[in-house]
């Protein structure tokens, strides 16, 4: 009798633990934030919109295996390091860019790279991220184009 009781309950626990591996739909998202693609819909409050000229739109993902930051600024690519802490914590380090000059953008990045060094939190609702510095209105919000 004992071992009819163990075997059951080791093979619920086998059929449960293999339910909850079931991959997630790619419309929904989760709340984590790396991973992701997540392009520049909001600076400072007011709407992006693509330059004719760009080359890029604006965007950036965040990599857990190595934590680290990459993506397009407008002109330059930039590059970095990130942790999160428990509350939504969020820190930027050693964020660098190329050197490129491009006299036909009229996008500033140095607003947009100081979004990075500012942002100490963000919120992420429905595959849309806000990097916030205390609890004022974001800095910057951004939408989840694709999971990497």
Known sequence: MKTKIIVITLLSIFVMSCNSKKEKKVDSFDESITGKYWKLKTLKGKDIKMEENQKREIFFTLKANDSSV???????????????????????????????????????????????????????????????????????????????
């Open 70 to 148: 990459s993506g397009f600024a407008g002109c330059n690519s930039l590059v970095g390091q990130f942790s999160i802490e428990k509350g939504n914590r969020i820190r930027f380090k050693n964020m660098g860019t190329t050197l490129m000059i491009c006299p036909d953008i009229t996008f500033k990045e140095s607003d947009f790279l100081d979004v990075f060094k500012l942002a100490d939190n963000y919120t992420v609702k429905d595959g849309v991220l806000s990097l916030n510095v205390g609890r004022r209105a974001p800095l910057a919000v951004f939408e989840a184009v694709y999971m990497k």
